[in-house]
């Protein structure tokens, strides 16, 4: 039985979650953070740590691991990959579950009549809503949002800003086979999710990016809330663009002579900021980003 630095557990955070007792006639209280966790990124529940956080330990270690590995067969499906263990905490015994981030979403929680995926939002474990829900199906279908066939058609849009970009970033031409290459078109010429948000005038309403400057570390001192305020929509690679302008025109940028040049000195390198972009802007939308993020790079 290895010892537990309780220290490093202390406190209900996004990927952990600890429970006084089990609750063996009341499973939902505990079962729900198992889908909650597969759904997610994973994460530990322990047992015998009470809401104050006082280490009041199990009496009966080995017999409550296994109702929770009977539990867990009962009431999550599909069951994900789990570890139980054991740990010892200042003479008090504890049970360690471990659960993995699961590839056949979604899980569900199963019992009372009910049928629930639930998912992590800071320290509690909620009902998925339905559009995380659709988000589990697509994850565990092997599918993503962006590779779906899109409502609009390939023919009725226009992708200069993509093909542009492309060029200047490779000195490559952009061909008409690139856009299969790079799941703007399915194989059979439709154009998917991806497609519709890199097309120069996106008609995807949500293509949308939001840029305030604060008056502020925490927002607003009380006299002027937000010093520069912009909305923006369009093509990723445009609100990518648009973002960085925004922060090029809210940041400092210092400078100093050389004998021949000056050497600027911005206050964000730039580069991190570009990566911080992209990252947000584009990964959050499209999960098959490698292509795009190739060149915008």
């Known amino acids: 039985m290895k010892q537990l630095d309780i220290r490093q557990l202390i406190g209900e955070t996004t990927e952990y979650d600890k429970k006084q007792a089990l609750e063996v006639k009341k499973p939902k209280s505990w079962c729900k953070s198992v889908s909650a966790f597969a759904n997610g990124i994973g994460g530990k529940l322990v047992w015998g740590i009470a809401d104050d956080d006082t280490l009041v330990g199990l009496n009966d270690a080995k017999g409550d691991a296994e109702k929770i590995s009977e539990a867990i067969k009962t009431h999550i ?11 010892k905490c200042e003479d008090k015994e504890l049970v360690l579950l471990d659960v993995m981030p699961g590839k056949q979403t979604p899980y569900y929680y199963i ?7 639930f998912v992590r ?8 809503s339905t559009s995380k829900h659709k988000d589990l199906v697509l994850k565990g279908s092997n599918m993503s949002y962006d590779s779906l066939v899109s409502r609009w058609k390939f023919d009725d849009m ?8 492309y060029f200047k970033r490779t000195n490559r031409s952009f061909e008409d086979s690139d856009y299969e290459s790079f799941g703007i078109i399915n194989e059979k ?3 998917t999710n ?5 097309a120069d005038y996106s008609p995807v309403r949500h293509s949308r990016l939001f840029c305030t400057r604060w008056n502020g570390l925490d927002k607003a001192n009380g006299v002027m809330d937000a010093l520069d305020d912009e909305e923006y929509s369009g093509s990723l690679i445009t609100l990518l663009q648009a973002g960085l302008d925004f922060v090029r025109r809210n940041t400092k940028k210092a400078w100093c002579k050389t004998h021949d040049n000056r050497l600027e000195y911005p206050e964000y390198p730039e580069r991190a900021v570009e990566e911080g972009l992209v990252n947000a802007v584009l990964c959050k939308c499209l999960h098959n980003i490698q292509y795009v993020k190739s060149f915008i790079m």
């Open 158 to 165: 226009a992708f200069t800003v993509l093909r542009a970009t």
């Open 121 to 128: 939002v800071g320290n509690e474990s909620v009902v998925a």
């Open 77 to 87: 499906d599909p069951i994900p990959d789990f570890n139980l263990s054991f740990a």
């Open 194 to 198: 991806a497609g519709a948000l890199l």
């Open 189 to 191: 010429g439709e154009l």
């Open 111 to 117: 019992g009372d009549g009910q049928m629930q995926a």
